[in-house]
Nanobody, 125 residues
Framework: QVQLVESGGGLVQAGGSLRLSCAASGRTFSTWARGWFRQAPGKEREFVAALNWSSSNTYYADSVKGRYTISRDNAKNIVYLQMNSLKPEDTAVYYC??????????????????WGQGTQVTVSS
């Protein structure tokens, strides 16, 4: 089992920044990918960003490219999501995930086995 705990959400004005953290514990060696997803009210949970823990390759949704950065702290087993130039449409609950996505399916929600409880991000206009 892998346990994931997110933190860092909050209320920010449009154009502002936030940094989310996801601390992992347990059998983290069993998963090679760490991802961030988000879910806005009335919408499906969607892929935001992911990181390959072994290769450090990163993946981003088109909607956040150039604004968001996913990174890691190996020693602390933490994944970060730095969010800049935030827009009201970025408002959502953000979830951290861990899994072993098959080739080409890093952005698939079903590729992830473990999820955090979520942290709310609200961007005001």
């Amino acid at each position: 089992q892998v346990q994931l705990v997110e933190s860092g959400g909050g209320l920010v004005q449009a154009g502002g920044s936030l940094r989310l953290s996801c601390a992992a514990s347990g059998r983290t060696f069993s998963t090679w990918a760490r991802g961030w997803f988000r879910q806005a009210p009335g919408k499906e949970r969607e892929f935001v960003a992911a990181l390959n823990w072994s290769s450090s390759n990163t993946y981003y949704a088109d909607s956040v490219k150039g604004r968001y950065t996913i990174s890691r702290d190996n020693a602390k087993n933490i994944v970060y999501l730095q969010m800049n130039s935030l827009k009201p449409e970025d408002t959502a609950v953000y979830y951290c995930a861990a899994g072993t996505p098959p080739y080409g399916k890093t952005q698939w929600r079903s590729s992830y086995d473990y999820w955090g409880q979520g942290t709310q991000v609200t961007v005001s206009s």
